[in-house]
């Protein structure tokens, strides 16, 4: 976590609208491990590398700079056609993405 994000999030858009968007992003990035799961498990590696490059911008937005630089690796695994690299980076993105997500409801006190 860059904890710099929010406050500069928080700065620019007050507590109430950043509030929002990091509500928003985070439901997002929930969405959207589930749906990359989804998508390798069928094999859908270009909608996949979509996928994942939405989780970069997202994650970075609310300052999950270890997420997205995961999601990165999946895309350069997915474009050098690395199969394996491809299942190992993906799963490594959904178990921290599961607990930077958890971490940041944490932080907020928001309840999932």
């Known amino acids: 976590m ?3 994000k929010l406050t500069d999030l ?3 858009l007050g507590e109430t609208s950043a509030e929002d968007v990091v509500c ?4 997002e990035l929930a ?3 589930t749906h990359c799961e989804r998508l390798w ?3 859908d590696f270009d909608n996949l590398r979509k996928s994942a490059r939405s989780l970069i911008a997202i994650s970075e937005q609310i300052g999950m700079i270890a997420m997205a630089g995961i999601a990165q690796d999946v895309t350069t695994a997915i474009d050098a056609d690395d199969s394996p690299a491809v299942a190992a980076t993906l799963f490594r993105l959904i178990r ?6 958890t971490a940041v409801w944490e932080q907020h006190d928001m309840s999932i």
């Open 10 to 12: 928080y700065s620019q």
């Open 24 to 27: 928003r992003a985070i439901e």
């Open 41 to 43: 498990r069928q094999n």
């Open 96 to 101: 921290v993405g599961e607990s930077s997500l």
């Open 2 to 4: 860059d904890p710099q």
């Open 31 to 33: 969405v959207r491990l």
